[in-house]
């Protein structure tokens, strides 16, 4: 099966077979990105990249420095809207849809596709209303109470902070404070949860607390990471895509990518000889 | 014996040696510049106490003025200042955080923006006298508001717009771009991250940048003089379109007489003057620490 996937997706030119969810690729796929460039002030930053996204599976975004994965990262979620320099082109098929078609509003956008940051960045507020504002602006009718209690179940964060709820967020170590950004974004429910090096700032307590977290979370929600921890991609994901300077140098299963990898290129990488 | 040259970490070092004296002559310095200024305000204050606490009493609070020192009072250029003061903040404050905002969060960085900006700095550094002539003009005589003090609070307000606007941009400057991003991947707009978190967020820098507005403004005495407060008022204001007096017109009129009971009833209303600039600054640092918690 891997090779067939490898073969498919590897092989540039694939345009059709990617727009169209064509069974290149076992799993059902929740987003496609398909030729896709995204230039700073009109230079590549990401070059001519296509791979699917499996739902309810993790996919991991892997690379040197600089190579781009986060920037190609946030173009998933119209992130990029907000820097004026960036400027992208090819497709990004979400639900059939192109993500960056004219009609598309991106607030929309963000509300199903979530977003964790590299760094814990909860709202100066209570630790309630961290979670209950995004599903408040959006018009959410049930009760509120019960949404803050189960977002922060499915965080592993309620019994933590069950009893201080109208403390002030800032008041948690930075490790609850990156699960509650992650219960934060749990509480709009997205269809895909984008997480930039979620652990980078955290200890490795804290870094296996949010990782056990992801595999929870994996059973109902589609999850890319970026991440510069070899051993967290090959610990977590289901796929992985390595990226170097703005090109997609190999995508696969996982386990395949790291054990049995295609391309010179990713072999050097992930067995650390550079990166 | 141990010289030197054993111990590296000994102060003997003559060059180090001149380095911490250059530091300790620098600080003294700063110190005593720093006491200077804090001293003359002190003697300012010290003297104006010694000459206006005379006639400070309720008598004075509660009269109009009068040709005779000892029943002149202040009341009628009180009230027309804490008139002129609620006017000037409703006016000012949410035209000028509104114009912050927009030009740190939606508007873009395009030619005209930068125009707007680059003239808003310069309208900072305008003498007030002529925003009184623009007061005159417009306000007065092209909106036929009379001399009231509707007029004396849209000049007020035109002159302290610059400050207020610059400040609240350095303000909303420092809020994170982590919390815009936070909210923005939540399914929030512009307008809904921009009132429910870059605002909170800087309210304490705004407050701070509105009091030091207001508290120009209601020390100003040029642009009511030009628009036409009046300098002797045996009334209070019933409404924005009254005519009225301020206290630093009232202060100028006594300091301008020739009898020296006069000159101390100035300093007298110099001492209210303060005590209402004081209490309005007091009553800032409690809402400010109200809300930053």
Same mark, same amino acid.
């Given at each position: 099966m891997s090779a067939q996937l490898d073969e498919k997706l590897m092989i540039p030119g694939q345009r059709e077979q990617a727009a169209n969810n064509k069974p290149a690729f076992a799993e059902e796929s929740i987003l496609n990105l398909d030729q896709v460039n995204i230039y700073y002030?009109?230079?590549?930053?990401?070059?001519?990249?296509?791979?699917?996204?499996?739902?309810?599976? #993790? %996919?991991?975004?892997?690379?040197?420095?600089?190579?781009?994965?986060?920037?190609?990262?946030?173009?998933?979620?119209?992130?990029?809207?907000?820097?004026?320099?960036?400027?992208?082109?090819?497709?990004? %098929?979400?639900?059939?849809?192109?993500?960056?078609?004219?009609?598309?509003?991106?607030?929309?956008?963000?509300?199903?596709?979530?977003?964790?940051?590299?760094?814990?960045?909860?709202?100066?507020?209570t630790i309630y209303k961290n979670i209950a504002w995004g599903p408040n602006i959006n018009g959410y009718q049930k009760s509120l109470d019960e949404l803050v209690e189960h977002s922060l179940k499915q965080a592993a964060l309620w019994d933590e902070v069950k009893d201080r709820l109208h403390e002030s967020a800032l008041s948690l170590s930075g490790g609850q404070q990156q699960?509650?950004?992650?219960?934060?974004?749990?509480?709009m429910e997205p269809d895909i949860l984008l997480m930039d090096e979620p652990c980078s700032a955290l200890d490795p307590i804290s870094t296996a607390h949010i990782e056990d977290l992801l595999?929870?979370?994996?059973?109902?929600?589609?999850?890319?990471?970026?991440?510069?921890?070899?051993?967290?991609?090959?610990?977590?994901?289901?796929?992985?895509?390595?990226?170097?300077?703005?090109?997609? #140098?190999?995508f696969g299963v996982t386990e395949q990518l790291f054990t049995m990898p295609q391309k010179q290129r990713t072999e050097e990488y992930v067995t650390g000889r550079f990166g | 014996m141990n010289q030197s040259s054993d111990n590296a970490l000994n102060t003997s070092d003559r060059h180090l040696q001149r380095r911490h004296r250059k530091a300790s002559l620098f600080s003294s310095f700063c110190a005593l510049i720093t006491f200077m200024g804090v001293a003359l305000l002190a003697l300012l204050l010290y003297q104006v106490c010694v000459d206006g606490i005379k006639w400070l009493d309720i008598q004075f609070l509660t009269s109009f003025p009068s040709r005779f020192p000892a029943r002149a009072g202040i009341l009628s250029a009180l009230v027309g200042t804490l !008139?002129?003061?609620?006017?000037?903040?409703?006016?000012?404050?949410?035209?000028?955080?509104?114009?912050?905002? =927009?030009?740190?969060?939606?508007?873009?960085?395009?030619?005209?923006?930068?125009?707007?900006?680059?003239?808003?700095?310069?309208?900072? *550094?305008?003498?007030?006298?002529? =925003?009184?002539?623009? *007061?005159?003009?417009? +306000?007065?005589?092209?909106?036929?508001?009379?001399?009231?003090?509707?007029? *004396?609070?849209?000049?007020?307000?035109?002159?302290?717009?610059?400050?207020?606007?610059?400040?609240?941009?350095?303000?909303?400057?420092?809020?994170?771009?982590?919390?815009?991003?936070? /909210? +923005? /991947?939540?399914?929030?707009?512009? !307008?809904?991250?921009? !009132?429910?978190?870059?605002?909170?967020?800087? +309210?304490?820098?705004?407050?701070?940048?509105?009091i030091l507005a207001l508290s120009r403004a209601i020390g100003e005495t040029?642009?009511?003089?030009?628009?036409?407060?009046?300098t002797y008022v045996a009334f209070l204001p019933d409404g924005p379109m009254d005519s009225f007096t301020a206290m630093p017109i009232q202060i100028y009129n006594w300091v301008a007489r020739p009898q020296h009971e006069f000159h101390q009833l100035a300093a007298s209303a110099i001492i209210v003057l303060l005590a209402v600039l004081l209490i309005m600054n007091a009553a800032a640092i409690v809402i400010r620490h109200k809300t930053e918690r």
């Open positions: 002030s009109g230079k590549a930053a990401i070059k001519e990249v296509s791979f699917p996204i499996a739902k309810q599976k #993790i %996919t991991s975004l892997i690379g040197p420095s600089g190579c781009g994965k986060s920037t190609l990262l946030r173009s998933l979620n119209r992130m990029n809207d907000f820097i004026p320099e960036v400027t992208m082109d090819g497709l990004f %098929t979400y639900n059939g849809q192109n993500l960056n078609a004219p009609s598309v509003d991106p607030v929309e956008v963000r509300r199903h596709i979530g977003m964790v940051f590299q760094k814990p960045n909860p709202f100066p507020k699960r509650l950004c992650i219960a934060r974004a749990l509480a595999f929870e979370l994996k059973t109902r929600y589609t999850i890319v990471i970026v991440t510069h921890n070899m051993q967290q991609a090959a610990r977590i994901s289901d796929y992985t895509a390595f990226l170097e300077s703005g090109e997609l #140098i190999e | !008139w002129l003061i609620s006017l000037i903040a409703l006016i000012a404050i949410p035209i000028g955080v509104a114009t912050a905002l =927009y030009l740190e969060e939606f508007s873009k960085k395009n030619r005209l923006n930068r125009l707007i900006e680059l003239n808003i700095s310069n309208l900072a *550094g305008v003498p007030s006298i002529v =925003y009184g002539i623009i *007061g005159l003009a417009l +306000f007065v005589r092209g909106l036929n508001l009379e001399r009231s003090l509707i007029s *004396g609070a849209l000049t007020m307000s035109l002159l302290i717009l610059p400050v207020i606007i610059i400040a609240s941009r350095e303000a909303i400057k420092t809020v994170p771009m982590s919390i815009r991003h936070a /909210a +923005f /991947a939540l399914g929030a707009t512009r !307008w809904q991250t921009a !009132w429910a978190h870059v605002l909170p967020a800087s +309210f304490p820098g705004i407050l701070t940048g509105v040029a642009p009511l003089i030009m628009i036409g407060g009046l």
